[in-house]
T-cell receptor, first 113, second 111 residues
Framework: LAKTTQPISMDSYEGQEVNITCSHN???????ITWYQQFPSQGPRFIIQ???TKVTNEVASLFIPADRKSSTLSLPRVSLSDTAVYYC??????????????FGKGTKLSVKP | ETGVTQTPRHLVMGMTNKKSLKCEQH?????MYWYKQSAKKPLELMFV???????ENNSVPSRFSPECPNSSHLFLHLHTLQPEDSALYLC??????????FGPGTRLTVL
């Protein structure tokens, strides 16, 4: 199982760009990289998923270098409502290994006014 | 609203009670999951069901008993729990992708 390592916490201010990096040195060929966001007392919410290079959606961007041993979630112009825990997960995207997703401790992002 | 609902949202029970948590998804997904999240701990995967068959049981004590009668419903039956079982219990579903859709959770308190 590919293990991930990310910072325990980060602080930012409103309007800044926030980059959270995740290390996954043992990522397998079939593994995708997925990021989730979780607010207190709620279930995690999918943010973005990628395999390699760069992926962008309306919420965030995901940068993945060629060796895929790390990834960076980029949140443009954060607001107070982006204060949450962000999880980086690595796992197989196809069928039978549904249970091999491991949520780590995540990165607690605190956005200040 | 993710399409995954959980009831009840809050539950307080004594150690000798029997209760059940319910999860329902209307997304047409074929996999459903139970997670436990204790205070200041990461999510712990408890059970996984694929096409109604249990495919993962991560050494969960027998006082937790899952049931998946069909692809849309998942239950977690609780019996003689301990105070340390107090946590947020999250249900999720997915359709053969890494993206899991989570319900709002049930906040369980065991007295």
């Amino acid at each position: 199982l590919a293990k991930t390592t990310q910072p325990i916490s980060m602080d930012s201010y409103e309007g800044q760009e926030v980059n959270i990096t995740c290390s996954h040195n043992n990522i397998a060929t079939n593994d995708y990289i997925t990021w989730y966001q979780q607010f207190p007392s709620q279930g995690p919410r999918f943010i973005i998923q990628g395999y390699k290079t760069k992926v962008t959606n309306e919420v965030a961007s995901l940068f993945i270098p060629a060796d895929r041993k790390s990834s960076t979630l980029s949140l443009p112009r954060v607001s107070l409502s982006d204060t949450a825990v962000y999880y980086c997960l690595v796992g197989d995207s196809y069928g039978g290994s549904q249970g091999n997703l491991i949520f780590g401790k995540g990165t607690k992002l605190s956005v200040k006014p | 609203e993710t399409g995954v609902t959980q009831t009840p949202r809050h539950l307080v029970m004594g150690m000798t009670n029997k209760k059940s948590l319910k999860c329902e998804q209307h997304l047409g997904h074929n996999a459903m999951y139970w997670y436990k999240q204790s205070a200041k701990k990461p999510l712990e995967l408890m059970f996984v069901y694929n096409f109604k068959e249990q495919t993962e049981n991560n050494s969960v004590p027998s006082r937790f008993s899952p049931e998946c009668p069909n692809s849309s419903h998942l239950f977690l039956h609780l019996h003689t729990l301990q105070p340390e079982d107090s946590a947020l219990y999250l249900c999720a579903s997915s359709q053969a992708t890494v993206e899991q859709f989570f319900g709002p959770g049930t906040r369980l308190t065991v007295l």
